[in-house]
């Protein structure tokens, strides 16, 4: 009998780069809750992806020359499994050129470079992982409008300074 994945979810680059140490003004308990975050999804979770391949991209980008830490090696497994299906999953989303930046999210104010990850957590039914952006925290009545659960991994570092 084949284990049961655990629950889908969209990670944003930010947790992956502090994973990979790319953040120095991060507490080490931070660092560690990605850390243990990402290794749990290569376990046993599912990572859900765009199929246009805008957040493999940003990851590349961001932790493609890093040296070989947890972030690292959780982009490379990405990369590797995106087209088995199984513990990388693709979904569709479809840019859209107004306020909302994707036709699967209502008009909002999130970041537009935050908006594809919204995009598939909500098309994939996915829970977003989160470090330190702090857009997820200022943006949650969006998120709860659509049902869709942000995961604070670091939650001293997901507020913006003296809000």
Request: aromatic share 6%; charged share 30%.
């Amino acid at each position: 009998m084949a284990k049961a994945l655990g629950p889908r979810s969209v990670v944003d680059t930010n947790v992956a780069v502090v994973a990979e140490g790319g953040s120095d003004y991060v507490s080490a308990r931070c660092t560690e809750a990605c850390e243990e975050a990402l290794k749990a999804l290569v376990e046993g979770g599912v990572i859900v992806v765009d199929e246009g391949g805008k957040i493999v991209e940003e990851y590349e980008k961001q932790l493609g020359h890093a040296p070989g830490g947890v972030g690292a090696r959780f982009f490379k497994y990405v990369w590797n499994e995106q087209w088995r299906g199984e513990k990388v999953r693709q979904v569709a989303i479809t840019e859209a050129d107004d306020e909302r930046g994707f036709e699967e999210l209502p008009p909002n104010e999130l970041d537009p470079s935050d908006r594809k990850f919204l995009a598939v957590a909500v098309v994939g039914q996915a829970r977003i992982l989160n470090a330190v952006d702090s857009d997820w925290s200022e943006q949650r009545c969006l998120t709860d409008d659509l049902s869709i659960d942000v995961v604070q991994l670091c939650p001293e570092h997901a507020e913006k300074a003296g809000g």
